[in-house]
């Protein structure tokens, strides 16, 4: 009988184990992306490739139970990879696309997985598109990187049937972050944190009063948009000597300015923006395949109509603070 391990959640798990038992049908924390390959492609050989990587990393083989009212992590000993092969040949790009949408959006089931999917659609024989779909509460954005660039070092080894020139496999585990993490909230470091955020995000912290065309409904539904745009390259040129000349960065720039342009639009003079931050503070992290990602919360304070350059640097000490202090899990400090 293969092993199983049970070990407790980190605080981000927690609060995505939450959502999803308050909606187990919804697609909102699926994390997915897609890839097109034009080439020839030895299907029993990717599909080893990511058994591979599922033996590698325990997050891609754990599920999530209650015990006494308490959500649990097991960890498998094996999980055998959900790799799904699918004839797209003769299909129009909508419904290429349609399906690439609805494999993305097939919820997850926590306690019986599996939490990670891969899924590859061949239209011809030297074009496919590969589809990967996992559950957030087992990777985050910097997880995927990993698996991508473990992936590319195996394509060579898949099809020439050479050694494998991956990286060691005997680092840190995930659950081995969620003691670390227990155990430096219950020490000094935690005490210290805590104070922070404490005043940081003391007094009165008012909801953002944006001038919206409807009412927000009663039950968040998802069914939100996002707008993409380009800067171009002058603009970009521009903000990066700004940048330079400030000692600050490009994102505490285009922070700086979102933060300005909300109070423009409602004339408050404090505005909290939450942003992510990767959650790996300390470099054994930064290989670990999990969920680590934290939202911080960038108190502005626009009182005395402040020039944009004494903004920003306001703006600068805020995120170099926050970030500093980054390993204070938001759904604790909520």
Known sequence: MREISEHPLSYGQRALWFLHRLAPGSAAYNVFFAMRVLSDLDVDALRRAFQTLINRHPALRTTYLTRDGRPVQLVHEFKEVCFEVMDASGWSREALDGRLLEEAQRPFNLETGPLFRVTLLTRE??????????????ID?????????????????????????????????????????????????????????RERLGGDLRLLKLPTDRARPPVQTYRGASYTFRLDQELTERLQATAKAERATLYMILLAAFQVLLYRYTEQEEILVGSLASGRSRAEFKSIVGYFVNPLVMRADLKGNPSFREFLGQARLTVLAALKRQDYPFPLLI
């Open 125 to 138: 024989p030297q074009q496919h598109v590969l589809l990967l779909t996992a559950h957030h509460i087992a």
């Open 141 to 197: 954005l910097w997880s995927l990187v990993l698996l991508m660039n473990e992936l590319r070092l195996m394509r060579p080894a898949t099809d020439e049937g050479a050694t494998l020139g991956l990286p060691t496999a005997d680092g840190l585990k995930y659950t081995e972050y969620v003691r670390w993490q227990d155990e430096m909230l219950n020490g000094p470091q935690g005490e210290r944190l805590w104070s922070y955020w």
